[in-house]
């Protein structure tokens, strides 16, 4: 198994930064990405960034790249965070942490989600 916790969502103003935390715990070794998504009131949950543990790889939707980047602590091998600059008022959504494993490839594990909030 595996549990998601972020941390780190607040109030801020437009143009200002804040940097998400999702701690893992239970089976971390078997992760094989780790990321970040977004909902907004009345949309659909989307895709922020997504970090891939085999090569490294990242991927960032369009409206973040450049001001947004996802990293994760090897060393511990249990944290991912999302640093986010230049924050619009867009970006208001509760962000979730998402991960899925090797051993259980169609299964998407979830945080309870953060709000972060952008005021303009």
């Known amino acids: 198994q595996l549990q998601l916790m972020e941390s780190g969502g607040a109030l801020v103003q437009a143009g200002g930064s804040l940097n998400l935390s999702c701690a893992a715990s239970?089976?971390?070794?078997?992760?094989?990405?780790i990321g970040w998504y977004r909902q907004a009131p009345g949309k659909q949950r989307e895709l922020v960034a997504l970090?891939?543990?085999?090569?490294?790889?990242?991927?960032y939707s369009d409206s973040v790249k450049g001001r947004f980047t996802i990293s994760r602590d090897n060393a511990k091998n249990t944290m991912c965070y999302l640093q986010m600059n230049n924050l619009k008022p867009e970006a208001t959504a509760v962000y979730y942490c998402?991960?899925?494993?090797?051993?259980?490839?169609?299964?998407?594990?979830w945080g309870q989600g953060t709000q972060v909030t952008v005021s303009s």
């Open positions: 970090f891939h543990t085999a090569d490294y790889n990242t991927e």
């Open positions: 239970g089976n971390t070794v078997s992760i094989s990405t």
């Open positions: 998402n991960a899925r494993r090797w051993i259980d490839p169609r299964r998407d594990y």
